[in-house]
C-alpha cells in the first residue's frame, strides 16, 4: 500500500527549460545546426533525470506503520516524540522539507527543535534530509506544561529536485500516529493516607473470611470438609498423614473514585477548576496505589454506548495506577458531559455496595440525595474540596519556611 499521496510543483524556470526542447529540436531541423540539437537533448536528459529522481525518492520514502511508543510525561518533564522514517533506496533526500501538525488542544506542550510556521496555528516545519538506505527517526522534542494529550498530524515531506527547481510534495496516507500524554500534575488531599477502608483483599489480617492461595501459612491435619486441592502431598507423606494447606488471611482495601466534571449552568461543559479537580483525583490513584488498595473510577463524561459515562473497574498496582492517570489525561475542556444522577445510578445500585466513596467536583442536591442511600447502607462518603487542597499547600509551604528557619 502506498503511503504517500503525491503532487508535483513545477517552477517557471523548468517550465521554461521544458518548453524550449521542442523550440531547439524545430530549430536545429530548420538551420541545420548540431549545437541547437546538442542543446535539446541536454535540456531532455535534464528533464528526464529530475523527474526520475523525483518519482523514485517518492516511492522510497517509508514511515513504519502503526502506532509509535506513548510519550509519558508529567508537567515539567521534557521529551521526545519519534517519527521513523526510512530512505529504502539508493539516493539520498537532501534539501527537503518536513511540515507537521502539533495537535495540542489543551496546550499541554512546548514545541522545542522545529519552527512554528504561523503564530496562530500548530504548524511545523523543519529541514528534512535522509541517506541512502538508512532509517533516521525524526524527534520532535517536548517540554510538558499542562495536562493533556498531544497528537503529531498532517505528516507532509518536500522533496526538490538536483537543481532545486521542481518539488513534490508527499502527504502521509498511513497508519502510523504518534502521541504524547501529559499526566496531571497531583495536587495533594489532606488526611487521604490516613483513609482507612477494610473490606476484602490483600493485607494480612489476623480474622478473616478470605485467603490468598498465593500465601501459604503452614498445615494442619486434614479434616473431612477441606477441598481435595487443599492437600499438601509432601507433607503427608513426611508425617504418614494427610496435610491441609493453611492459607494467610487477608483484607482488602477498595476505594471509589466519583469526579462529576458537569458545569452547573447548562450553557457550560464542563467545571471552571477541573484542572484541580482531576490534579486532586490522581493523588488520590497514586495514594491508593502507595498503600495497596484497589480503586475504581467513576467519571460523568459521555461514552458511546454508555448511559452512566465512563467507567474504570476495581483494580490496583502501577499498571492500573498508569490507566487511571491516562483516563484523566486524556479529559477535555470541552468534553460533553451527562447528568450526575445517570452516574451515580448505577453506583448506588451496583450489587457490591462501596466502602468508601471520595466525591470530586461539583456537588449538590442531587449528589447528596444519592449517597444518603449509601450511606444508609453503611457505605462512608468523603467530599475532597478545593479548599482542602489549598489548605494542605499552605500547611506544606508553612512547614518548608519553619524547616528554612530552623535550618
Known sequence: MNQWKTQVTYSRRYSLIFYSVPVLVLLAMITQEPLLFSIAILFALFIAVNKYYLSYTAKKIAISEGNGPLLKLFPGDDGA???????????PVFNGELNLVVYDLEEAVTVKNIEKLTIEQANYTAPFTIPAKVRRPFAVELTAKKRGVVQIRSLKIIVRDLLNLNKMTLEYKGSYRAEAIVYPEPLPIPGLERVSNQQKGNQHAAFSMYEDVMLTRG?????ASDPFNRINWKASARKDNLQTKVYEK????????????RHPDPRRVTIENLEEVLSQAAYACQIAVKQNVAFEMYI?????????GLYLSPGQGMEHLTRALEILARIRRLEFTIPSGHMLYRLVNQAEKPQLIL????????E???????????????LVTEQSSEQETSENKRRADSEKIAN
Do not use: A, C, Q
Open 250 to 261: 487477608v483484607t482488602l482495601s477498595k476505594w471509589t473514585f466519583v469526579i462529576n466534571v
Open 368 to 382: 447528596k440525595k444519592e449517597y444518603e442511600k449509601l450511606t444508609r447502607l453503611g457505605s462512608k462518603m468523603v
Open 81 to 91: 516524540v519519534k517519527i521513523p522514517f526510512e530512505n529504502r533506496g539508493r539516493l
Open 219 to 223: 498445615n494442619r491435619d486434614y479434616m
Open 300 to 308: 460523568n463524561i459521555r461514552v458511546p454506548g454508555e448511559i452512566s
Open 359 to 366: 466525591h470530586f467536583g461539583k456537588f449538590g442536591d442531587e
